[in-house]
């Protein structure tokens, strides 16, 4: 029940320096009160809201379990919009333990995962696209996704996607005035104030959904497979970017029989790199697995690294290759092994993708790779501030939106009367509503929330 008393961990749990106790919901001061005792003998409520208060944690026999720092928000200025108390503690997993014990005692249970912030948008505190930010903040793995998962939470999508909402409502609101109200002056609503009204909307949505390939990157990264020949450096070069022995690596070809994978920051991006087998013909049924796997790797890549032995003659068979490559994804040609001999670079009748020479033995290149991976997916620029979609459940809802304010132009065009094609207007409204949460079904507000961890 939403107007229950909860209880959880706000960190990470495990041994540290600090643990922070959340208390969220109806008697949430009382519930810490009577365990925790000031140190100036005041009861905590007597004490300023969010000001830190030192004193004496016990449980409720009276037995003390912790030194600790104690503060309270009242119901409407707390991350929930409820009474909060937060109880700051020493980091034993033992002590938290017991603290959350005395607390399930005191009537508190234990919140569920995302309770909190789920609390935080049931209560108005945060919007729907702000509350996923949330998680976004806490996964973001590079500068630039904190970057953006924090213009989120300060409301960036938000207030760009009610702009949109509000010029379509803006529309409604005239018809229906014009309508129920044909005595008063107002202006008329006309073909043309609906055409150039569908028209912005048209345009706001589609450089909204258009946001989308970025934000993905941003927050999921970039699906990245490394293909080659055997013996090219593909397992080499995967070591060299996470930074240690991931895969195994030996001078015998067609070791790698099966795909490896990992995450490195390259270039600033985030990069789901995908290590594969050998691509070449074999008889050898394990290696044929392998290099069947290695295709669909390459088939699901955003990027694709193709790797050439410099000191080796290119074949035609890689030539091959990398054209498939280019025609799957970006793709950058990685000339391996720089630090030996160069053999001769055959003729090539074919346009070449970005090239780089490298040595992931030595570290030479490896600069002149990230530089090329972030030309090919720039971090900064439109979308820094948090204005953009980063998840498929805004795009899906984002594609809807722009989806019925084309049926209704289209409607227009062909002569159907206003208050017909205002019914895909409304449809347009209920999808970016679902962005917000404004309008949003009880199931998938569920299903949001069950992404988050337990105290968030």
């Known amino acids: 029940m939403e107007n229950e008393l909860i209880a959880a961990v706000a960190t990470a749990w495990g041994r540290s320096a600090v643990s922070i106790v959340r208390l969220s919901g109806p008697g949430a001061v009382q519930a810490a009160g009577a365990l925790f005792s000031p140190a100036d003998g005041h009861p905590l409520s007597d004490h300023p809201s969010r000001a830190l208060v030192y004193g004496t944690l016990r449980d409720g026999e009276g037995r003390v379990i912790d030194r600790i720092l104690c503060t309270w928000s009242p119901e409407g200025s707390s991350y929930t919009g409820e009474e909060t108390a937060e109880l700051q503690c020493h980091g034993s997993p033992l002590v938290v333990t017991l603290v959350l014990e005395a607390l399930f005692a005191q009537g508190a249970r234990q919140a569920g995962p995302g309770e909190f912030t789920k609390r935080a948008f049931l209560n108005g505190r ?67 104030t609906i055409t150039q009204a569908l028209h912005r909307a048209r345009e706001d949505l589609q450089a909204l959904l258009d946001t989308y390939a970025r934000g993905r990157v941003l927050t999921r990264g970039v699906p990245c497979a490394i293909v080659g020949r055997p013996n090219v450096g593909k397992s080499t070069l995967l070591n060299t970017l996470v930074g240690y022995e991931r895969a195994i690596v030996t001078d015998i070809p067609g070791t790698t029989r099966d795909t490896v994978e990992e995450k490195c920051i390259l270039g600033g991006v985030l990069l789901r790199l995908t290590d594969t087998a050998g691509i070449r013909e074999t008889d050898d049924r394990v290696e044929r697995l392998g290099v069947e796997r290695s295709r669909k790797a390459m088939e699901a890549a955003e990027l694709i690294l193709m790797l050439l032995d410099q000191s080796q003659e290119t074949t035609e068979e890689e030539l091959r290759l990398l054209q498939e490559a280019m025609s799957l994804a970006p793709t950058i040609l990685v000339w391996t092994k720089a ?31 990230g530089a090329t991976v972030a030309q090919l997916f720039p971090q900064g620029g439109a979308g820094e501030g948090g204005d953009l979609l980063t998840n498929a459940r805004q795009a899906e809802a984002a594609t809807r939106a722009l989806s019925s304010v084309r049926r209704a132009g289209e409607a227009l065009e062909m002569g159907v009367t206003p208050d017909a094609l205002l019914t895909d207007v409304e449809e347009a409204l209920s999808a970016l509503g679902e962005l917000t949460g404004k309008q949003l079904r009880e199931d998938v507000t569920k299903r949001i929330f069950e992404r988050f961890c337990v105290g968030k």
């Open 126 to 192: 945060l919007d729907l696209a702000q509350a996923e930010a949330v998680m976004d903040l806490i996964d973001a793995e590079t500068p630039a996704a904190a970057r953006c998962a924090a213009g989120q939470l300060g409301g960036a999508l938000s207030r760009r996607v009610e702009e949109g909402y509000g010029g379509l409502v803006d529309v409604m609101a005239h018809f229906h005035a014009v309508l129920d109200y044909p005595d008063e002056d107002l202006d008329p609503f006309t073909t043309q």
């Open 339 to 369: 630090d030996l001999p160069p053999a001769p670079v055959p003729f090539v009748a074919m346009e070449l993708p970005p090239t780089v020479s490298l040595s992931a033995r030595t570290g030479q290149g490896l600069e002149d790779l």
